[in-house]
């Protein structure tokens, strides 16, 4: 078989793997499945979908590692629990993998990044309590400590983020937000080692917080967006290379 015709082989069976594994997520909506409930065995499955069963194996371990289902060995397959880690490690690779040429991936994660915090801030200061405010005010002194010290503020960054937004309880929001951290902590690796103005970014933080606490969600918004600044100009140090 010519190299031409193995590659439209190749092409044509990942399209018909990847349209059994939405008939299995149809199946599992269809049939009222939800979170914890049985799918049918491999047997069933096979019988339904009209396929051998060890092509519903295959697509049911793709849709394991994608984190539809959750497949337990001698008991059977499971709808999984919401399970975002996939979709972080992968975006997360994308956007690592990407700075190695002009950094558009990554770029694009700070755009959405910087898109979904400022826009919500409005949201996460409505339903905010005064123990989430408080929690926010001890994350920025934690900061502050840590700046005193000389010591990083990757970790005390993530917190304090994580902490603006909790009132949300919104699992995708931080999801995200985790892969933006491992994508960022990637960026300072490949540019080496480089002068960190650590009081500005506690300054910064403050600035935010101080806007949080006087319930200006323009100002609250507008700080945020401007928080991005420090991460593009990194990664147009990447691309520059």
Known sequence: MAPQEVSAARFSAQLRSHALQTRIMELILEQGLDVGDALPTEAELSGTLGVGRN???????VLQALGVIEIRHGFGTFVAPNNFHALADGLAFRGRLSLRHRGEEAMELVDVRQALESGLIGSAMDRMTAAQQEDL????EAMEVAAGKGEPLFAHDAEFHRRLFAPLRNDLLMNLMDVF???????????GPAPVDLLQ????????YEAVAAGNKPLASERLQRHFDGI??????????
């Open 55 to 61: 092509t519903v194996r295959e697509s049911l371990k």
């Open 137 to 140: 005010q001890h994350a920025l």
């Open 181 to 191: 951290w491992k994508v960022y902590r990637q960026i300072h690796l490949e540019l």
């Open 201 to 208: 970014q506690v300054r910064d933080h403050r600035e935010i």
């Open 232 to 241: 593009r100009g990194k990664l147009r140090a990447v691309a520059a290379r």
